[in-house]
């Protein structure tokens, strides 16, 4: 299938789950998150904030642990850029200041927090809206992962997390798409076939 067959099948997918289904299989992804991953070993994990309208998988349950348990891994989120298609990096402080973009996405407010460098982080977890068995990942479309995944460490772990299986392949990569090294779902975690 095409990202865009992909993107229409499962925007409608995610739409029909009930707010209970996306807390309970959320908290199942956390679950395997960290029984999969050596957290403690990592300097520093990168996460989305979840699109609560979209029913994005709701990271919070992978922040909040990291937060009480693993003291030593910071954790960093991003702000976007609207008119470049970058992201910013900053360091997640509890009761830090959060604002809600023009595309009503939960980010930081810049004035009150600390900047991030891409290259001092281990692992990142990446949203998307479906996924194939090679680690190919569909987003929204506006590539703001791609770029970047691409200034991180050229080991840095890529993990998607998605409510849905995969499917067998997505047909229009791009040479600028990055893979995926895994993705959690709330049943498993998959590690990406070689392509």
Partial sequence: MTKQELRNH?????????????????Q???????SFFS???LKAIHTY???RRQNEVDTFPIIYTLQEKFLKTHVVISRSLTDTF???????IPDMTLTI?????LEPNPV???QYAVQNIDLVIVPLLAFDKYGN????GKGFYDRFLSKCRSNVIKVGVSFFEPADRITDINPLDIRLDYCITPTRVWKMLPS
């Avoid at 970058?86 to 997640?92: A, D, F, L, N, V």
């Avoid at 973009?101 to 996405?105: A, M």
């Avoid at 990942?137 to 929204?140: D, E, T």
Wanted: proline content about 2%; overall charge positive; cysteine-free.
């Fill in 112 to 114: 009150h927090s600390l």
């Fill in 10 to 26: 499962f925007i409608q997918r995610r739409k029909a789950l009930t707010t209970t289904e996306v807390a309970a299989q959320s």
């Fill in 28 to 34: 199942a992804i956390a679950r395997l998150f960290f």
């Fill in 101 to 105: 973009n023009s595309w009503g996405i």
């Fill in 137 to 140: 990942r569909v987003g929204y």
């Fill in 39 to 41: 957290v403690e070993n």
């Fill in 86 to 92: 970058e992201m910013e990096h900053y360091q997640w």
């Fill in 49 to 51: 904030l979840p699109i």
